[in-house]
């Protein structure tokens, strides 16, 4: 036709070439030439309730806050379990085992940002504050963001100090109103934070007290800049932090709910260290060679809790049908990738009160479907399943843990419904006894046993909530107590016994399984540390 | 009156034969109108064909790769999900529900939309003035974001999501009916009905309709590829088909949990959407060309 | 032209009216207490929320309440998000310049590989390079756009490692919001090592933007590429080979213009469906724009969020096309659709 074959051929190469080049400004190989501001990006799951750990138990929150921002009275040695010093430079204990005193250190800082200024250092003052503030109902700070600490109450810290004293600056003493083993550690757990008096006096002048747990005050390695929700939380580093830290400038918490997609960021370094990788992903980041993982035994639970409080969940009998229905082998494999190992009760085998042959629950559909008859729960009963949307160390999924489950029930006649909610509105819902069952689960605060046994199934705890199964009997209680009054292993281990027999008999919750905690990151980051007792620490880590 | 056939071998196509012959000289439209029927076959007989229960999960067999695989496994040709579920069943589930649920809406919203458009083709005024201008300015907003508004109000859900792309295709379907109708019946052979004494419906029915039909089967193919396309979208962002549902946007979506040890999890169903959505589109694009050269001839 | 640019100006108000009045109703149809909906604000004490009350005029009629909460709108209050408890005004107008700006650099993208490929496949109109174009541009046209996103992640961002695939720039910078277009706010901002930080926001702008420009630059190819046969086998081009001129000549001086600016409009038009698609690729590549926001909000239910979204972009588009619409009809007669419908 018209066209010939010199048309303006120069034009259109031309064009693509400019296209090309433009494209191609924007990458670069291998990060040669390209310099990254100092820093460090860990992607974590979700976002944080608040910035003071003491007023939730979501790992969520107290991973950002409680090792970035605070300090305690004391800390555990991540590698022996062993309390060494924190804020408190030493102590000392009566002989009747009723009075500590501690000796604070001197010259501690406190963070100064855009909103704060300290004009004096950490002293005496800040302690009384932080203790009095969840201790005395009448504080004025008591009912500052809800007025709930559930760790703490869960423990029963409140009740258990009777006063706390100003010797001098420096000295604080803190009589007890019976002797227990546990308070040391209970100092020392990630909840146990200190606050900054000088703060709290300045926000209550503004009339503005909440403000302290949403813009929050330290003496921490890290100090809070912004909190974008769903987003990110920016810190930046504590110049005059008084341990030894690493030179990172900046730590970000990049949050990212999808456990793919953090994986993704993880290998493309857009992340320098994930949260909760899923089993399925374990053996990918072992094959990438600039990626790490570290495993180690974790103290941990995973467990499905029976509303004791909603019939028929009411009935053991019930209850150690449905335990009966579900092949908990079965989930070992598909849930945690062999990962965990089953439970046979609440506490792990890595604790001291771990009982080798205790006897639970074993998989017989046909018994099981028969005690449920016999218990009037008839064919085609319908019941729920509350089931976690974030991955927790103890179940890495519980939403697939809840369709297997699905499958189980159904051959026994009950039909089971999947309820989930976004995780705070699910931990909100929950606390109201929403549920008629619900997959959740606890990871240890501290190496001793108590840690488990009173927060989960302890009277008291129902009302701060971490008791899921709403269970409260008055002997369970007794030898929970008992046990705390005793200081040798053995005579603890005893009572602790008799509880696990009692929880295998009455069956408030059926353990799942214990798991291998993991952290993943790149090779180039080093100074990251599993901590078995808690919240992740970035005081040390850094990057080239 | 008899056409005095003196030879026999003298033909004269119809329109419809006229554009058959064209379309069936390009052979990539050709080609592609055969996918289009094998994907008419599967959706009919799919349950039949399909190897296994789609919702089936199976333990033992989480995550195993295509047959043609080193570590895959013939009886699973396209291997495994992250809940041990079998792809290839999957897939052909989820061709049959995309393709179906599609197929669906995209006649009903024809049937309205054509309704619909010939009233307002045939009616004069103000009223459909502004009407019209109402309806060019819907027009303008891209099909998947009116769904996501929809969606947004009446909520998530398959259900939900059928009636947001159905309402959302409806205007392309007035538009191009008014203005087709709005042609036709400028022209004599209306004028004649008319003079007849034919009401409206006659007259659409008898004269318009038949002389719109080519038009309408490139605007079906047309509209189409957009349903396909937007369910598949919103079944992807969980706005539409929800897990366990096989239906090929929401497989991608789960795939992507285990997409980097598991990768055939978001390139077959991907594909096949692929696959889906370039036969209509070539079989559409042969259509208009074919119709083209007809109408230049 | 005066009365071009009045028709559309009350067009477009009455289309903006339409859709406000859309959005202030859905208070009303989506669950929960209506003045919960229309502010955001939950768990008011009940002086608080008779304040709120007198404020929307809850207790007059209908009519009313709606041009009350027009008078909110136009000074600023949004509402607030159920999710985060942030003014929606602030939030929606960073989210919208986020997708905006994707958008734009896509069709940017599109234009610079979608005109000159048209150009070329149109000037080689049934030959082997149009041929190939063509199923190329098929091809492109029929890739769903998410997969696309999902099989450049795979092969660039994780296998090669060239692009980083989440955000608009690493979270290392913190870049103060001025306009809400990153790469200019880098420019206009105080930042150390701005340099690596604008490398940076182009490279996290690399995949999002091919993903959504492959499907538009197929049709832009395609629009380009009939406009240019229609226009090489008109008269006047013959004219002009009758004269004397060389093709290139011909193709520079008469083709191109007149190949483009009948399609111009239509070109233009494109932004609508790449700004959709822009919607559905945010949320692969976590780009913080509106589409992302919207679905977020879909998913968390947070009703203030999506009638305060969905207005803004449906505002955004009719904004848009109407005004293109207006600019075409003043600048090319040629392009006036009939008035009205009878005839």
């Known amino acids: 036709m018209l066209v010939s074959q010199r048309h303006a051929s120069c034009f259109i190469p031309v064009t693509v070439i400019l296209t090309v080049m433009l494209t191609l400004m924007g990458c670069s190989p291998e990060n040669t030439h390209y310099q990254q501001p100092n820093g460090i990006i860990y992607c974590s799951e979700g976002n944080p309730a608040s910035f003071n750990p003491q007023l939730d138990t979501s790992g969520t929150t107290v991973d950002v806050s409680s090792h970035q921002i605070y300090d305690r009275l004391l800390d555990f040695d991540l590698i022996t379990g062993e309390i060494i010093p924190g804020l408190a430079s030493s102590w000392i204990t009566s002989t009747d085992g009723l009075t500590y005193t501690f000796q604070l250190r001197k010259n501690i800082v406190f963070h100064s940002t855009s909103y704060f200024a300290p004009t004096r250092t950490f002293d005496a003052d800040d302690v009384i504050f932080s203790f009095n503030r969840w201790r005395d109902k009448n504080h004025p700070y008591h009912e500052v963001s809800g007025g709930r600490y559930p760790y703490i109450n869960s423990v029963g810290l409140g009740d258990l100090i009777s006063d706390i004293k100003r010797i001098n600056r420096y000295r604080v003493e803190i009589t007890l109103v019976r002797p227990e083993s546990s308070f040391l550690a209970n100092l020392a757990t990630d909840f146990s934070i200190i606050l900054s008096a000088e703060y709290a006096d300045q926000l209550a002048k503004a009339d503005t007290p909440e ?44 949050i990212t709910p999808s456990s ?254 214990h798991a291998f905690r993991y952290q993943a990151y790149r090779d180039d980051l080093t100074g990251i540390e599993i901590n078995p007792y808690g919240g992740i620490q970035f005081r040390n880590v850094s990057k080239p | 009156m008899p056409r005095l056939n003196l030879y026999q071998e003298e033909y004269y196509p119809s329109p419809i034969q006229n554009t058959w012959k064209e379309f069936k000289e390009n052979h990539a439209a050709l080609l592609s109108l055969y996918c289009v029927i094998f994907f008419i076959f599967l959706m009919i007989f799919g349950p039949f064909l399909a190897p296994y229960d789609p919702l089936q999960q199976n333990i033992d067999l989480l995550l195993v790769p295509p047959a043609w695989d080193n570590n895959g496994d013939i009886s699973y040709l396209f291997g495994t999900d992250g809940l041990g579920r079998d792809m290839l069943s999957r897939i052909i589930y989820g061709c049959r529900m995309t393709f179906g649920i599609s197929l669906v809406l995209v006649i009903i919203s024809m049937l309205v939309g054509v309704a619909l458009g010939a009233m307002a083709g045939m009616s004069k005024g103000l009223r459909s003035s502004v009407v019209n201008h109402l309806l060019d300015s819907i027009m303008a907003i891209p099909t998947l974001l009116i769904a996501i508004i929809i969606i947004a109000i009446v909520g998530t859900g398959l259900v939900n999501s059928m009636w947001a792309i159905s309402l959302a295709l409806i205007p392309q379907f007035i538009h191009q009916t008014r203005d087709i109708v709005r042609q036709k019946m400028k022209k004599e052979y209306v004028l004649a009905a008319q003079l007849d004494g034919a009401g409206k419906i006659h007259i659409f029915f008898n004269s318009i309709l038949p002389n719109m039909a080519e038009m309408l089967v490139v605007q079906v193919t047309l509209a189409l590829s957009v349903a396909i396309l937007d369910i598949s979208a919103l079944g992807f962002l969980n706005l539409g088909a929800q897990a366990p549902s096989p239906e090929l946007g929401a497989l991608l979506s789960e795939g992507l949990t285990t997409a980097y040890v598991a990768p055939w999890n978001i390139a077959l169903p991907g594909a096949a959407i692929f696959f889906m959505m370039m036969s209509i589109n070539l079989v559409g694009d042969g259509l208009r060309s074919a119709l083209r050269y007809r109408l230049l001839r | 032209m005066l009365k071009i640019i009045l028709r559309h100006a009350s067009l477009l108000i009455l289309t903006l009216f339409v859709l406000s009045f859309f959005s202030f109703s859905l208070a009303y149809l989506f669950p929960g207490d209506p003045l919960v909906n229309l502010t955001g604000i939950r768990g008011s004490s009940e002086q608080e929320y008779a304040l709120l009350a007198e404020q929307y005029a809850m207790h007059s009629s209908f009519i009313v309440q709606y041009w009350q909460y027009v008078m909110h709108l136009f000074s600023g209050n949004w509402g607030l998000s159920f999710s985060s408890g942030l003014p929606l005004a602030e939030e929606i107008s960073r989210s919208l310049a986020a997708s905006v700006e994707l958008s734009a650099y896509a069709l940017i993208f599109s234009f610079l590989i979608g005109l000159p490929l048209g150009f070329l496949s149109g000037l080689r109109h049934h030959k082997f390079t149009d041929f190939t174009l063509l199923t190329a541009s098929v091809i492109g046209y029929s890739i769903p756009v998410f997969w696309a996103a999902l099989i450049a992640i795979l092969i660039f961002s994780i296998q090669l490692g060239w692009f980083p695939l989440s955000g608009r720039i690493s979270l290392l910078y913190d870049v103060p919001f001025e306009t809400g277009f990153i790469l200019i706010d880098i420019l206009l901002s105080d930042l150390p090592d701005k340099e690596f930080a604008f490398q940076d926001a182009l490279r996290h702008l690399v995949l999002p933007s091919v993903s959504i420009a492959i499907v538009t630059c197929t049709i832009v190819l395609r629009i380009t590429r009939r406009s240019i046969v ?13 004269r004397g001129l060389s093709p290139r000549q011909v193709f520079l001086r008469h083709g191109v213009k007149n190949a483009l600016i009948p399609i111009l409009p239509l070109l233009v038009m494109q932004f609508t469906t790449l700004l959709t698609n822009a919607m559905i690729v945010e949320t692969i590549f976590s780009w913080p724009g509106i589409g992302n926001g919207l679905i977020q909000a879909i998913y968390q239910r947070d009703f203030p969020a999506i009638r305060a979204g969905m207005l803004a972009v449906s505002a955004l588009v009719l904004t848009f096309t109407i005004t293109i619409d207006m600019v075409i009809q003043i600048f090319d007669p040629a392009g006036r659709r009939p008035e009205n419908a009878t005839s």
């Open chain 1, 211 to 254: 403000l302290i747990d949403t813009h929050p005050i330290g003496t921490g390695p890290f100090k809070f800049n912004s909190f974008r929700q769903d987003r990110y939380v920016r810190f930046d580093a504590h110049p005059l932090y008084w341990r030894e830290r690493s030179t990172t400038e900046q730590l970000i918490f990049d």
């Open chain 1, 260 to 513: 793919s997609l953090r994986l993704a960021k993880l290998m493309t370094g857009e992340c320098d260290s994930m949260a909760f990788p899923t089993h399925s992903q374990l053996d990918i980041i072992r094959k990438r060679k600039e990626l790490t993982l570290d495993e180690k035994p974790g103290l941990n639970v995973g467990f499905w809790a029976f509303n004791t409080a909603k019939a028929p969940f009411g009935n053991p009998e019930v209850r150690r049908a449905l335990a009966m229905a579900i092949d908990k082998n079965a989930l070992m494999e598909a849930i945690y990738f062999g990962s965990a190992i089953p439970a046979t009760s609440i506490i792990p085998p890595s604790s001291w009160a771990f009982q080798p042959d205790t006897r639970s629950s074993t998989y017989n559909p046909l018994g099981a479907a028969k005690l449920l008859r016999e218990n009037g729960v008839e064919e085609g009963f319908s019941m729920t399943i509350w089931a976690m949307p974030v991955e927790r160390a103890y179940n890495p999924n519980a939403m697939k843990m809840a369709e297997l489950m699905q499958r189980y029930l159904r051959d026994v006649g009950i039909d089971a419904n999947i309820v989930s909610y976004e995780w705070s509105t699910f931990r909100a819902r929950l606390n109201q006894g929403l549920h008629d069952s619900v997959l959740i689960g606890w990871s240890a605060d501290n190496g001793d046993p108590d840690n488990f046994f009173r927060p989960l199934l302890t009277c008291s705890a129902i009302d701060s909530g971490t008791n899921r199964a709403r269970w409260c009997s008055k002997e369970y209680d007794k030898l929970i107590d008992q046990a705390l009054t005793y200081t040798n292993q053995e005579d603890r281990a005893y009572f602790y016994s008799k509880a696990i027999e009692m929880i295998n008999d009455e069956m408030p919750l059926m353990p799942i399984a």
């Open chain 3, 230 to 242: 229609e226009v090489m086998s008109s008269e006047y081009i013959q004219a002009a080979y009758a």
